[in-house]
């Protein structure tokens, strides 16, 4: 291993505008970044990825260190976040999981019965399952020189048990819901594995040089409060509380934690009292009411409508000032609600990213 790529001597931040608003403090303007940011809107991003199998590019250091450094040749984005897939923790367990062109993310064997859940690994040494995520983060953050920080992420324990079980992406996620009402037990039972799995994963991202972590439930709105409340919400916390424990024993840094449940806006009160700094909204919930159900308890990060990119700049501008206006300016970044689209202009990318930054540093004037 060349000395670049050891997880010590990383350079000095130059900008902690993301981190600084994570915790609520002061900042000079709203830091910005976007969900799937490094992705196929970008030119370089497709011919870096053509003809390359998806996880097989995961699984490069080099790649994903590429692909997540694009996005901020071209804009000012205030954070990074690594390239890489929520699916490797069902890789990790030693599921077969493709990237199906035109298709999406597939298991071949998924989870029928829960009998099946014996042919998961009991024991998965993540180091040695996923030690490329850990490579890749280092050599990233190297690389980044500073610039921004780097932010880690994981899938959270529902949405990876809903594609294991559906074996893909899925409108209704019935066959998964099936197991929550048929089999509990055994859904619990697999809850806790990957629970488990991703808390190692967490902290192996921070000891590689993550300065900030993402957890995405992006499968939380096909679940009712109940069903929510009772097999994703104290997985979550299971998840910020043991990585913070994790962090301190070891002697880690303390990093920003972000909860992004889509789609899961009634649990949005018990996501703000979960141990995570961060809250993630989607577009579906109003600014001002989340600043009023988190009662200040977190900060929050989101949530205009990725489809808002396709009107005209100056359309762009003023969506991104009066979602500002409905945040404030403190313990607010600014995102999309979910990830950008693959036919999206980079320029109107560019255009929210600017709005953002100009728009908030006059807001910051005024107060």
């Not at 694009?70 to 990074?80: G, S």
């Not at 979550?236 to 990093?255: A, H």
Request: hydrophobic share 40%; aromatic share 8%; proline share 7%.
């Amino acid at each position: 291993m060349n000395n670049h790529i050891i997880p010590k001597d990383f350079p000095e931040l130059k900008n902690d505008t993301f981190l600084r608003a994570a915790a609520g403090e002061e900042v000079e303007h709203v830091p910005v970044w976007c969900m799937r940011q490094a992705g196929r809107y970008l030119p370089e991003f497709r011919e870096a990825r053509a003809g390359k199998d998806f996880f097989e590019t995961c699984r490069s250091p080099e790649a994903c260190c590429e692909l997540t450094l694009q996005p901020l040749r071209r804009f000012p984005f205030d954070a990074a976040i690594i390239f890489s897939d929520i699916l490797v923790i069902p890789q990790a367990l030693g599921m077969d999981v493709q990237m199906v062109p035109g298709k999406g993310p597939t298991f071949p064997e998924p989870l029928k019965e829960p009998e099946d859940l014996q042919t998961l690994r009991s024991k998965v040494d993540v180091h040695a399952e996923l030690g490329y995520v850990f490579k890749a983060i280092t050599l990233t953050r190297h690389r980044l020189e500073g610039k921004v920080p780097l932010i880690g992420f994981t899938g959270a324990p529902w949405t990876l048990m809903a594609y294991m079980i559906e074996g893909g992406g899925s409108p209704t996620h019935s066959k998964a819901k099936r197991w929550l009402y048929r089999h509990p037990e055994a859904s619990h039972r697999l809850l806790k594995q990957l629970t488990d799995v991703i808390v190692e994963y967490l902290v192996g991202q921070v000891a590689a040089g993550a300065q900030a972590l993402q957890v995405f439930d992006s499968h939380a709105g096909c679940l009712g409060p109940v069903e929510f409340g009772e097999f994703s919400l104290p997985y979550l916390r299971d998840i910020s509380k043991r990585v913070k424990e994790r962090l301190k024993d070891s002697g880690l840094e303390k990093v920003p934690m972000i909860v992004f449940a889509k789609d899961g806006h009634y649990a949005l009160e018990d996501l703000s009292q979960s141990h995570y700094e961060v809250v993630g909204l989607d577009w579906t919930i109003d600014p001002q009411s989340a600043r009023l159900r988190t009662d200040g308890k977190v900060s929050l990060q989101g949530n205009m409508d990725p489809c808002a990119l396709y009107a005209p700049k100056e359309r762009i501008s003023e969506i991104v000032k009066k979602m500002l206006e409905g945040f404030g300016t403190r313990g607010y970044i600014a995102n999309l609600g979910h990830g950008l689209y693959p036919d999206m202009d980079p320029e109107s990318v560019g255009a929210f990213v600017e709005a953002v930054h100009s728009h908030s540093r006059q807001l910051l004037k005024l107060k």
